[in-house]
Every structure is written in C-alpha cells, then in structure tokens.
C-alpha cells in the first residue's frame, strides 16, 4: 500500500509511561489509537524518575506541560562509602548544552502530566492481551475475557515481562545480579536542595535525590539472585548495610520503616535489544530494552522510542517516507534506528557500580569537567539529537534551556 490517506489503527498494549507516551504522540499526529491495559485503572506507583534532557524534549513535542513538577536538579555529588569526594557532575550546565532541564519526578506526576487533557476513553482498563495473531495487512489481538480486537498497528508497551515481547519470540530478560530498595520519604532537610548525593561502597551503593516538594527518593542498590530470601525486618538488612556512610543517609534510615521497604526489592534485569521484528507489530520501552535503572534513562529511552516510532508512522501516513511507505517497513525503519542507540544506553547501564576504594580513587582523578562532558557527550550521541531538533521546529516547541533551577 503506499502512503495511508485514512489514520492507522493503532492498538497499544500496556498504559505506563511508554504506553501513554507513545499513544499521546500517535494521536496528535491524527491516528485512530486505543490503549489497553490489564489493570483496573490507570495509575503509577513506586518513586521518582530522572527525567534528562533527552526525555524532557520528547516531552515538549508532546505537549506535556512539566513546569513545576518534581525538582530540577543543578548537580550530582558522588562519593565514597568512606566520604572521600569521587566527582560533582554540574547538571546545570549539562542541561544548558543538552537543551533542556533535567529533574527528578515522582512516577505519579510524570503519568498525571501525561494524561492530562489525554482522551481516557482511549484506554480501555481491565483488558489483559493474552495472544496475537496476523491477519493478512493487520493483527487481531485476543484478551483474557474471550474479546479481540483488530488493527493496523500493534505496539507491544507491557513493560518487563511483556506478552508482545513474548508472541513476536524476542528472548526474555535476565538478571543482572543486583536490585535496588527504592521509594519515596517526605525528609524535609534532606529534600530541600537541588543536589543529588550517590555514596558508592564496594558491595553495595545508595542515592538521595530531591525529588520535589519534602520528597525526597531513595534507593539502596545490594546484590540480589533469584534465591534471593525477603527478611522478616527488610529496614534491618538496609540499616546494616548503609548506616553511618553519611549524615543524610541516616536521616533518612531512620525515617525509613518496614513498610517503606514493602513494595521492593527492584531486582535490576537487562533485556537482549531484539532483532527488526515482522509484520505490523513493534515494541517500546521497557518490553523492548528494559535496562538496570544506573543510568536513570529508562523512562528517557521509552520517550525517545516514542519519538523516532511517531514519526516513522507519520511519514507512513504523508506517504513521504523514503524508506517505504507501508506500515511494515516504518517499524522495522524504527527499530533499526533506535537499535544501536538504546544498545549502547543499555549497555552502559549495566556496567557495575559497587567497586572498593583501590578502584574508585583512580577514577576520583579525572577531574569533573571531563566527567560532565563525557555524559553530556554520550547523551548527545544516544538521543538523536538533529532529529529532535527537527521534530521540535516542526511542532514549533520552544526550547527551553534552563537557567538557574
Ligand atoms: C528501581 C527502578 C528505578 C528506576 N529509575 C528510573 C529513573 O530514575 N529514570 C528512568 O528514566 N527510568 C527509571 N526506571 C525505569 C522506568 O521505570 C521504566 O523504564 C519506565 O517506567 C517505562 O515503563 P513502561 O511503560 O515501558 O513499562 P511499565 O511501567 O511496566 O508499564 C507497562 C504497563 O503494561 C501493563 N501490562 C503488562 N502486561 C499487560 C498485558 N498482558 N495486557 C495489558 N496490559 C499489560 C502493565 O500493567 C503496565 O501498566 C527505573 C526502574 C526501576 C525498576
């Protein structure tokens, strides 16, 4: 078929950040798009995310307004267990070369952003998809209840263990040998800043990161495998690991109680990046690469899909596309463009943290501009970035470089 003069039908499984993100774009560019999602209702849970640059323009050309949400962070602070100074990232100046503020922000705001003035009757909740199937130019997709549904494009946003992931024969995610304790405390001294403070021991590491208001997110990353055996007193365990590696560590330890620990442990897993799938299905976000959270680009990558994917599917439907101009060939053209950027982002997520004092202080000399500039440089290099500029000319979103958070 060349070029489609009516909108795609476009089905999305799964109503998470991706999920949303992805249906957000596709319908401002005028497709036909329905969200299911398996649970009742549509809402985040667990702490904050890190919303780099990357992730804060895909946000801009969606139209999702972010002023005021969570904290903009102006530096990073990275030490040792035993207080000796590793390096102070200047995230303020990363942001004003990367274009765009970075902050910290609660997954409930960032999903409450998103779906504010989104069609809900979009979503339909309670539709767990259990199986795929083609059907000649399009793909039906079966639920739990008996019910299916038929589209032109399927866009698997099911997270880690997702189905689509499972139907299209991409390998399932493995263990990466870690997990993090994560959540959110309301620590008003430690909260009221705009530093992130990350302490790393050699057999373990941790993060305090203002993330809005007295929130402030916590994580205390330790080794994990699946023998892995909860503890009666989990805020024990965290205490006798992390106790006394700094002041504001103890405040917030003893803030923290067992029922903080409730939702987590967060084992760490890394997906193989799959190959270009078939026919008129793809996938995004976390079910395509979810990743060890290190980097904090997690939900940045899935906005980053979401903008190389709209506009694949946008060129489909101008029938402008140089690279074909069926739905097949825009997916795999997406595919292949995100492959080895997300590949790269996923695999620098997944180099160890935790290292003893004899290998972080060679690390310590490299001075803290070189170490700003080569994130800063690697962001660049990941975030596809001349398309994003142009994506954002096009929509006529201004850029809005930070100047003192
Ligand atoms: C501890 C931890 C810390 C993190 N910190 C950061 C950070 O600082 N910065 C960052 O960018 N990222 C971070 N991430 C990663 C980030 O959370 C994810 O990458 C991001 O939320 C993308 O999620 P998603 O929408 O792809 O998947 P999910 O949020 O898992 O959403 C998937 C949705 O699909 C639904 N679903 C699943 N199966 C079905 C089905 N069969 N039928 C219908 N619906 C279904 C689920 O109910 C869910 O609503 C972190 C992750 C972890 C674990």
Known sequence: MSGYARALRVLVV????????????????????TVFERRPDVRAAGGAVTIWSNGDSVLGQLGVDMDGA??????VRAVTSTGRRLATLDVTTMARRLGAPVRMVPRRVLLDRLLDGFPTERIRCN?????????????????????TVEGDVLIGADGLHSVVRECVGA???????????????????????????????????????????TDVQWWFDLPWSYDFVRPQRP????????????????RVLATLTDDDLARSPFPHFRHP??????????????AAHTMPPTLAQGTNQALLDTMVL?????????????????VSRALRWYEKTRRRKVMAVSWMASLPVSHGESVLRPAALISDRVQASALTTFLRVTSHRRMSAQISRNLGVVAKIPSSP
């Open 14 to 33: 799964g109503a998470g950040v991706a999920g949303i993100s992805a249906a957000r774009g596709l319908l401002r560019d005028g497709h036909d798009v």
């Open 70 to 75: 969570g904290r903009r962070l102006a530096s």
């Open 127 to 147: 539709s767990r998809v259990i199986a795929l199937a083609g059907t000649g130019d399009g793909v039906r997709v079966d639920f739990g209840d008996g019910s």
């Open 171 to 213: 390998q399932g995610a493995r263990p990466t040998g870690w997990c993090s304790w994560q959540g959110l405390a309301a620590v008003p001294e430690v909260a009221d800043s705009d530093a992130g403070l990350m302490i790393i021991g050699a057999h373990g590491n941790l993060g305090l990161w203002p993330a809005g208001g």
């Open 235 to 250: 805020i024990e365990l965290i205490r006798s690991h992390f106790s006394g590696w700094s002041d504001p560590v103890d």
């Open 273 to 286: 990046i799959p190959r270009a799938g078939r026919g008129p299905v793809t996938l995004l976000g976390d």
């Open 310 to 326: 709209c506009k694949a599917l946008a060129d489909v439907r101008r029938g402008t596309t140089g690279r074909g101009t069926d």
